[in-house]
């Protein structure tokens, strides 16, 4: 790039901040999914309207994308102080507006009480949750109003974009990329860098660059709270790419359950027009990028690369063998780029604050952060971001404050249906790509779901291979009737019809489909069956053996029953039960019919005494 | 009152605003679905037409994702999300009760129009588990009796109108 156009581009980005970023006195309210099903919209509503009553109208409100806990939402954080309150109703406004908006006093029935110590904690970095995170891409999200790119601006937006425009070279980028050792965050841990060199280097025009955000891992919700809270990151990122490439067309692909991120999306993708960062000549430096969105269709193996590409060329998202690589021909045939979301994401971070910097976050072979999804069975859910080789009994006990209802801990499942179930004993496991494959899991996208012992494990293999058998696209014979067949042999397990020899045979099964599938869906199919009958064997075999639920999960192998010393015979059980199997008078011990009764729970959930148990 | 539009001609601007290009064919089938709800026979054969297309591709793609219908939907989807944080905290109980509550099948619908229940691979609201998403809104950490309380309340409303 010549001199002149590496002043133009400062100019522009110069311009662009005299009007840039929320002022000084706001409230950051958090608008994603999760805040949303909270009713965090009628707050910001009823904020925005009692600023107005009480004049305050100078105090800027930003409805942000994801803040992480999700665990309290609606959550707000209040600036200049940054005070921190959760679980916020509309009836806590008008005073929210008057004691602190107004007077700068706290609320503390508003602030977080942590859960040991009592003590009231005031800003989101005093919260145990948050204490041990380093949130350097996720942790945006906060100071951002996602319909407004200014916001984006006044956190050095678009910097990392004009530095690349106008002082680097395409080779420089790559190498830039690769020196921070940027692994793919989407599941396989591929280094970026790798494919941008493979596809800068391969012959085909036109190129494309894409942004997987078909984010189907049950369990992740990580990529979506970026498309969401913070698409700029994501645009920059890909722009970025597609510089160092030589690609001027670009995709977003979005799971079709999303639609708030594709609202988003396109929204950013507007704006990034709108300022000359994305479109013809960017930045007038002659460079140019075009970025369109695809929805998909709800299909999870539309996640894997060439069923990806398939499906944004209009056809069904079927795999095809991978002996011609992407980066030489993806997209219509064509040398093309994926990464995951998050990947890009860490894209302008790279260029902004350095390689080095980079990597000295991490792992020996896994560098920067990781966003994971901390759910189920724990007390502190929600998304948080940790550097790579943070253990996991940091992650579940440190920040996700342990397992609900002081149970105790059983697994964590990782990596979605490719992934496997950890047990206790290795809590210790530091958490990066390298590590997690180790133990039979592996990293996935980042979800992280944490069971208790009530979940059985033999439950939770057949769980993931019923949904892998309605999510094999049946283009090959092993996945399409290997997996079937194992889920079948699941289900007799789990209904009380195993054999002696399920095990062994599930564990043939399993290199048979892993060997005998094209794509990543099918030859990590069987991981969660292995994991699970590497670490719980003893709990397959207390199911075929002594047809025996150790958890009281498994239907057809376990009975409900009533304690009679706490059942008070209130007659509320009576009432739920659908299938009429429990009968007695009023104010005497109640009983239950196993023959009507259908396991549904709907007694255990609705009796106030504990006196439904389950055997 | 103005003539309603019929699905071919309908269809047929849905299939021009995408430029009349193969690669489309799953965002026209996405216009389709949202337009009418299902996509019509008479829909699919017109974009196939209109779009240049073989009948069966149009055909296998419609079959293929999950989000497409052949049939209609009724006026309420109830879509109960099966991912892994959700099954943990119970969502095939949940499963059960809409079931026997509203009589129908994941991927079913109700006699009367109202209700269709559907089953989602995660909707990625996992922090919220069990969710149950009806038409566009979230409902977080249901119990059985929610679910009665939900089904009765769309009822009523029904009723009313």
Excluded at chain 2, 63 to 81: D, Q
């Amino acid at each position: 790039m010549s001199g002149n156009t590496d002043k133009q581009s400062h100019a522009i980005l110069d311009n662009l901040s005299l009007y840039y970023g929320p002022k000084k006195k706001f409230v950051a309210i958090c608008a994603g999914t999760g805040c949303r099903a909270y009713g965090s919209l009628k707050v910001k509503d009823a904020l925005q309207a009692e600023l107005k009553k009480q004049n305050m109208t100078y105090v800027d409100v930003l409805a942000t994308g994801c803040l992480g806990f999700c665990e309290k939402g609606p959550m707000m954080i209040i600036h200049p102080d940054k005070y921190f309150y959760h679980s916020v109703k509309e009836s806590d406004i008008p005073e929210i507006v008057e004691k602190t908006i107004g007077k700068g006093e706290v609320i503390s029935r508003l602030l977080y009480r942590h859960p040991e110590t009592q003590k009231t904690l005031f800003r989101e970095e005093d919260l145990p949750f948050y204490k041990k995170q380093l949130r350097v891409v996720f942790g945006k999200n906060g100071m951002i109003d996602p319909s407004r790119i200014e916001d984006y601006f006044a956190i050095d937006g678009y910097q990392a974009l004009a530095k690349v425009l106008s002082e680097m070279t395409p080779e420089q980028v790559i190498s830039e990329v690769k020196k921070a050792g940027l692994r793919g965050r989407g599941g396989g841990g591929f280094p970026a860098a790798v494919k941008w060199e493979g596809v800068r280097k391969a012959a085909g025009e036109p190129k494309y660059v894409i942004a997987n955000g078909d984010e189907g891992d049950p369990g992740a919700y990580m990529d979506r709270s970026l498309m969401e809270g913070n698409p700029h990151s994501v645009i920059e990122g890909m722009i970025i790419g597609a510089y160092a490439v030589g690609s001027n067309h670009g995709y977003i692909y979005v799971r079709n359950e999303y639609p708030l991120a594709v609202e988003n999306l396109s929204k950013a993708i507007q704006a990034a027009k709108d300022n000359g960062l994305l479109g013809e000549n960017i930045l007038g430096t002659g460079f140019s990028f075009d970025i369109q969105i695809n929805k998909g269709a709800g299909a999870f193996v539309c996640g894997e690369s060439s069923a990806l590409f398939a499906s944004i060329e209009g056809r069904a998202g079927e795999p095809r063998a991978k002996y011609v690589h992407a980066v030489d021909r993806g997209l219509y045939d064509k040398p093309t780029v994926l990464n995951n979301v998050e990947t890009w994401a860490n894209v302008p971070l790279i260029i902004n604050k350095g390689a080095d910097w980079f990597a000295s976050i991490g792992t020996e072979g896994s560098k920067g952060t990781k966003i994971f999804s901390l759910v189920g069975k724990i007390n502190n859910t929600g998304l948080i971001e940790v550097p790579m080789g943070t253990t996991l009994y940091e992650i579940i006990y440190d920040m996700g404050g342990g397992i609900t209802g002081g149970r105790k801990f059983k697994a964590v499942q990782t990596g979605g249906p490719s992934g496997g179930c950890i047990p206790e004993s290795l809590l210790d496991l530091p958490v990066d790509f390298d590590r997690l494959y180790d133990v039979g899991s592996m990293m996935g996208s980042g979800g992280m779901i944490v069971m208790d012992d009530t979940s059985c494990m033999v439950d939770v293999a057949r769980y993931f291979l019923e949904f892998l058998k309605e999510e094999s696209c049946g283009k090959c014979v092993p996945c399409r009737e290997g997996v079937r067949r194992m889920s079948e042999i699941l289900e007799d397990i789990c209904a009380g019809r195993g054999r002696e020899g399920d095990i062994e045979l599930l564990e043939t099964m399993s290199t048979a489909v892993a060997d005998g599938s094209l794509c990543a869906l099918g030859g990590s199919a069987p991981n969660p069956v292995l994991s699970t009958i590497r670490y719980f064997r003893e709990e397959y075999e207390a199911h075929i053996r002594d047809h025996r639920c150790p958890a009281g999960v498994c239907k057809g192998l376990i009975s409900y029953n009533i304690d009679e010393e706490k059942c008070t015979g209130c007659g509320v059980c009576v009432k739920v039960c659908a299938t009429k199997a429990i009968t007695g008078e009023l104010k005497k011990v109640h009983t239950i019919d196993n023959d009507k009764c259908t396991r549904c729970g709907a007694c255990i959930q609705s009796c106030k005494f504990d006196a439904i148990y389950v055997k | 009152m103005t003539k309603p539009i019929s699905v071919a001609t309908k269809t047929r601007q849905i299939v021009k605003k995408y430029g009349n290009t193969k690669s489309a064919v799953i965002a026209v089938l996405q216009d389709l679905q949202e337009t009418f709800n299902y996509l019509p026979k008479e829909a699919l054969k017109t974009a196939a037409k209109a779009m240049n297309v073989p009948m069966s591709r149009i055909y296998e793609a419609a079959t293929f994702y999950t989000a497409f219908s052949l049939e209609p939907r009724g006026k309420h989807v109830v879509k109960i999300c099966k991912g892994t944080a959700c099954h943990v905290r119970g969502a095939a109980i949940l499963q059960d009760r809409f079931e026997t509550t509203l009589g129908i099948k994941p991927g079913g619908t109700t006699k009367d129009g109202l209700f269709s229940l559907e089953t989602v691979n995660c909707v990625g609201a996992c922090a919220l588990g069990p969710v149950v998403v009806i038409n566009t809104e979230y409902h977080g950490q249901v119990t059985i009796n929610k679910v009665d309380k939900i089904i009765k309340k769309i009822n009523k409303e029904e009723g009313a109108q």
